[in-house]
């Protein structure tokens, strides 16, 4: 049996509607925590909180292949977190934004606390 709302009891459609369709900030967060979900790409950007690093660097410090560190550094350049930038025949890669390195640091030390 089908219950129809009571007249002056009408729902408002409009916030069931957005309820479906996330806010674009929220959004926007997803797709950021999405780029940064993966232990490399976690590791790329502690050592980048210290400061440009060329990718040799980086493989050094993370002690996985110059592929994967390139791979993942693709990644995060696409989502806008590393920015690339040539020195001679090098390139160094930093973040694009401060506040990453604070969300992942207190992430990492989060997870070591529990």
Not at 33 to 44: E, K, N, Q, S
Not at 52 to 61: F, M, Q, T
Not at 81 to 94: F, G, K, L
């Amino acid at each position: 049996m089908a219950t129809h709302p009571a007249p002056g009891d009408r729902q408002d459609d409009s916030h069931t509607d957005r309820q479906d369709e996330p806010h674009a900030d929220l959004q926007a967060a997803s797709e950021l925590l999405r780029a940064l979900a993966a232990p490399v790409r976690l590791g790329i950007v502690r050592e980048l909180a210290g400061g440009r690093r060329r990718v040799h660097e980086l493989v050094d410090a993370l002690g996985v292949s110059q592929p994967l560190v390139s791979q993942h550094l693709r990644v995060l350049r696409t989502s806008r977190i590393v920015t690339a930038h040539r020195r001679s025949r090098e390139i160094e890669y930093s973040l694009t934004d401060e506040h990453i390195a604070h969300i992942v640091l207190d992430a990492i030390r989060h997870a070591g606390e529990a």
